[in-house]
Every structure is written in C-alpha cells, then in structure tokens.
C-alpha cells in the first residue's frame, strides 16, 4: 500500500486516561518510516515519548483501495523544527479493519459548534443544528463552510444532560439550499458514547410506535 505525502492518518494511543485518537498528516513515507506532523491539541503539541508503541489508522478513498487500513508502529525519533515531527516505524504490514457501524436516527437538536483549524486554532462558536445522530457521529446543518477532515468542537443537549466532543467532517451531503456536514465523533469519551447510544435505542422505539400509529 502506497502512502503519500499530506496523506491524513489516526494515531491511536494508550493513556491512563483511556484510548486517545490524535489526527496528522504524513510529511515523507520511505520503506518501513512514516515522517508525521506531531499532533497538536487546542494548539499545543501532544507529548509523544520516543519509544511509544502506537496504532496507525488510515482511510483510503482511492479505487482499489477503499476502505480503513491500520498498522502498529514505535515512535523512533523526534525532530523539533518550523513543524515539529514524529519518525515512526511500521512493526507489521498494513491490515484492512472492519469500520464500527452505528444505528443513526433522525433528530433536531440545537448545537454549539466551533470550528478548528488545521494548526489547532479555534474559530467563534456558531449556532447549529443536527439533523440525525448515532453513537459513532451525527449530520450537522452550520453556515460554516466545513471541507473534509475538518476538524470542529460540538456541545448539545440530550436529555437532559449536556455533552461536549470533538469531531471531524467525513462527507458532504447536498440539499436544496447548501450542504450538511456528516460528521464523526473524535476521541469520544465511552460514557458519553454511552448516553447516545441509550437515546438513539429510545428514539427507534418511539419512531416505530408512530409508524404504527400511522398504520392503524
């Protein structure tokens, strides 16, 4: 499998916190060597210790190709530069993974949404609205003019309770006045996940009493 230059890639990590999601780009691929931007989070760069043993995930859109593929890999050196690096090494050869399905529902629920720049930099918070959710992510209506992978903070109300992620755009989805944004959750805390999860189950059951209301 080819990897090239800007090509954006996961890298999934172990902390005492839980499993952590940092997303890069790749800057040079050679033989069994990645050359990565270090990851930043909220501007700063994440601390990767050399010697850290890692999971690589990349998604490929190309023919032939499609689909999520992952790689285990150390982290061989740092370089402090203009853009600060991370060499890692692939220990394995690349696999195909399985991507996690999530049943999604249709909702209206207001959001905050503040979009993040590729650096790290976060933009004003804007008002926006999701049009459907599932444990794995959500479609966003937002006047921001999102690309791919962009990258975006979301708060929202569910029952009750007040949920906070971050997440990043995977496609574009037309309608007659614009686009929506489908987005996926980005390191996601499992009892938020949870909590989705919990409504969306709820929210199918009421759908199907209404439809068989409708019905009779």
Aim: with cysteine.
């Amino acid at each position: 499998m080819r990897i090239v230059p800007n090509q954006l890639v996961e890298l999934h990590l172990d902390s005492p916190g839980g499993p952590q999601v940092y997303r890069t780009r790749v800057e040079d691929a050679y033989d069994d060597l990645l050359v990565v931007g270090a990851p930043l989070e909220q501007g700063a760069i994440v601390p990767i210790r050399i010697g850290t043993e890692l999971r690589i995930e990349i998604k490929l859109r190309g023919p032939g190709q499609e689909g999520r593929f992952s790689n285990q890999a150390i982290v061989e050196k740092r370089f402090r530069t203009t853009l600060p690096l991370l060499q890692l090494r692939l220990l394995g050869s690349w696999q195909k993974t399985q991507e996690r399905m999530f049943v999604r529902v249709p909702v209206f629920i207001d959001a905050v949404v503040v979009p993040i720049q590729e650096g790290g930099e976060e933009l004003p918070a804007q008002a926006g609205v999701i049009l459907n959710l599932s444990g794995g992510g959500f479609l966003l209506r937002s006047s921001h003019p999102f690309q791919i992978d962009d990258e975006l903070r979301i708060s929202f109300r569910l029952g009750g309770e007040q949920l906070a992620t971050r997440a990043f755009v995977v496609r574009m989805v037309p309608h007659d006045n614009g686009q929506d944004y489908g987005c996926s959750f980005l390191n996601i805390p499992e009892r938020m996940r949870k909590t989705i999860i919990q409504f969306v189950f709820k929210r199918q059951i009421e759908l199907a009493d209404i439809s068989r209301e409708d019905i009779t």
